[in-house]
């Protein structure tokens, strides 16, 4: 388990992503067969299939949207073992695949990410009835797609910013709350867009030295990209600290790129001494 360990931290892909991988090997799931045996469901069927009891192995690999997949991006000499293999040989054969393709990603990196996307579908399926059909070939394009762009995220060095004229390096940073100096107000701020575009949402909140909360603010912002949205975020939570009174705000986002084009696109935040963190 400790080679595994080392292998999934390591992955060049988002945290809940390796956080998910990590419930895989540890059989953490809650699948419907898992369900069951906690008296919480009336049989440990796959609700989708009903053809076999829901495991681990059957939602991610087994189950009709999963091979549709799979079976796309397997060589035909490779299926009979990679459809064949036990729970724990297939996760560790993949996880410990090395190959790599330089117009997609590692092997073990993709692999996961694609698992990852597929037991969200099965989630919404089940459970929201909002999933995509079993026979559909949309799983399969809204997996390659992300896949690929968090793969351009995870191998680009550099993000360019302000049209070619700023260089901005991505580094990995430890993330924590900390309050602002005394005098000053914190102003916590993001955005999220369900597809890219999509339908897309900010929010944000104001605390004080003591970690008291003072506002905080919601905005559905309609149709637009993730970077637009974490935009909007910057105007909302600004517009809502100068209403409020307050002129010296230090401001916590995850998006350089938000921050940058904040900075330097609204001319009237000169007058707020800002420090952006």
Known sequence: MAVYWKIIWNLPAPERIRSFMWLVLLGKLVTNEERFHRKLALNPFCMRCNGSPETIVHILRDCSPAAF??????????????????????LRDNLQNGECDGSRMCWAAFFSMAAWLIWKNRCTTVFKGIGVA??????????????????????????????????????????????????????????ASNGNPGPTGSGGLLRDSTRRWIAGFIANIGEASAALSKLWAFFHGLDLAWKLGHRALKIGSDSQLAIFSSTVGMTWCILMPLYLS
């Open 134 to 191: 079993l026979s559909s070939s949309s799983l399969t394009h809204s997996i390659m797609a992300k896949t690929i762009l968090w793969n351009e995220a995870w191998h680009t060095p550099t993000l360019r910013l302000d049209g070619g004229k700023g260089l901005a390096t991505r580094v990995m940073t430890a993330i924590s709350w900390a309050p602002p100096p005394a005098g000053w107000v914190m102003l916590n701020i993001d955005g």
């Open 69 to 90: 997949f799979w079976s796309r991006q397997i060589p035909g000499n490779k299926q009979a073992a990679f459809f064949g293999a036990d729970q724990q040989t297939w």
